[in-house]
């Protein structure tokens, strides 16, 4: 008789739409794990935490809700605290796993410790489902290895056909039962103290779905989404989606019906568009590994870029010249979300007013962001640094005229005290080493 299955849960943190969860149903026992990883909380290679408290406050809310789910059904929610290769291999010897079933990760780590599991474990079989894109990779009308090197060569592809995301699964109504002697470390991810814009877990996802398409939002989406402070001018999904509360097919099904039953525009188009984009940075992450966090890209191209560590200071805690960007990191820090304008804005200002290595203005995202994505995060600043995917190269923001433009009356800047904070930055000849 097969032992039983391990259900890893990694960017895929909800039952509805779950193809892991749907793989794993025909098991006889079932053990449900989360891997909470002590490097998250340790200073990395940038000296940054990879888990702010943002998004570690968020994840706890994600986690006890998947929990709840689960017990719903019979079933728990493992914890470890250890890296996930150790984490994997304990609870495979001692439970006697015989299959791992999984989200399809696009980051290269996430990978690498399935790679490692396979040689410590060669008969156990791995199932990786597709639970974080809107499609699956054989329905790409391209092998991975010939991904178009720009969005717009790829959303030309996935729109000729036109591909479709495949039907949203829905949550199961039952689930194989637990093995109890397997016990959970439980673990309390540290530090509470954050203001709380977003509800994690499937609930706070399904209030919002509720609420955006309920509403006329998604109507005026393109009118409104370079807005910089506020609830209501883009849809604030990403943050449930970076972590899986929320499936993308679950999001564009509620787009199509709200173009069903409402109305479809350019706007309805327009989020759909900004799926697209999400979804081409996860293939291009898939596609491109570890080349995903290389400074030079994946093409090998020279970023512009030094290091000063003044000047990133002064950016990371918004004390730069330019004021419309110290109350973008200023909102940031205090909230752990910063619009799509407003990321372009200080990434631009980070690589060519500051001259800094982007990989750090990276680094400071994935701590600070309560919706980082390796993969639109990544990709986005690979991206604005002029070595990923814009056929255009640099992209340098005029950063008065796009204030003068998406802050015209000054409030975001007044709201998040910008100009207050602003310095001269220091003289940084000492510290100028080229780095490329
Ligand atoms: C430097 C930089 C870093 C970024 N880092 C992240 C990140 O870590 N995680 C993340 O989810 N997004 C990231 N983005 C993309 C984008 O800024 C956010 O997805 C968006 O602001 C989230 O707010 P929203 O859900 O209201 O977006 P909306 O404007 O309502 O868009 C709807 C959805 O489309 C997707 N989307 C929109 N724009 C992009 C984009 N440029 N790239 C990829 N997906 C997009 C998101 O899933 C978003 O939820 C980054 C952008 C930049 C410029």
Known sequence: MPGPTLLWFTNNLRLDDNPAIEAALDAEKLICLFVVEPSWSRPNRYSLRSLGSHRRLFLQQTLDDLDNSLRQLGQRLILRYDTPLESLTSVVQQ?????????????????????????????????????????????????????????????????????????????????????????????????????????????????QLDYYFSSSLPASYKETRNGLDGWDYSSKFSAWLANG?????????????????????????????????????????????????????????????????????AWCEGSTPYPIVNAAMRQLNATGYMSNRARQLVASAF?????????????????????????????????????????????????????????????????????????????QDYYDWPVA
């Open 351 to 427: 690589v060519h007013e500051l001259g800094l290595d982007w990989r750090y203005g990276a680094a400071y995202f994935e701590q600070q962001l309560i919706d980082y994505d390796v993969a639109s995060n990544w990709g986005n600043w690979q991206y604005l640094a002029g070595v990923g995917a814009d056929p255009r190269g640099h992209r340098r923001f005029d950063l008065e005229k796009q204030a003068s433009i998406y802050d015209a009356d000054g409030s975001f800047t007044a709201t998040w005290q910008g100009r207050e904070h602003c310095h001269p930055l220091p003289n």
């Open 245 to 313: 509360a929320l499936s993308p097919r679950r999001l564009w099904q509620r787009i199509d019906q709200y173009e069903a039953e409402v109305v479809a525009n350019e706007s309805t188009y327009w989020l759909k568009f900004e799926l697209l984009w999400r979804e081409y940075f996860q293939w291009y992450a898939h596609r491109y590994a570890s080349k995903l966090f290389n400074q030079r890209g994946p093409f090998d191209r020279s970023p512009l870029t030094t290091f000063y560590p003044e000047r990133f200071k």
């Open 95 to 207: 439970a006697g796993v015989s299959r791992i079933v999984t989200s399809q990760h696009p980051g290269s780590y996430e990978r690498q410790t399935l790679k490692a599991i396979a040689s410590r474990f060669p008969h156990l079989e791995i199932l990786e489902l597709p639970c974080h894109t809107l499609f699956a990779s054989e329905q790409l009308p391209f092998e991975l290895e010939k991904l178009p090197e720009s969005f717009s060569a790829f959303r030309r592809k996935v729109e000729k056909q036109p591909l479709l995301p495949r039907t949203a699964i829905e949550a199961p109504t039952q689930l194989p039962s637990l093995i109890s002697k397997l016990e959970s470390k439980v673990v309390e991810l540290p530090s509470r103290e954050t203001t709380q814009y977003f509800s994690g877990g499937e609930k706070g996802a399904r209030a």
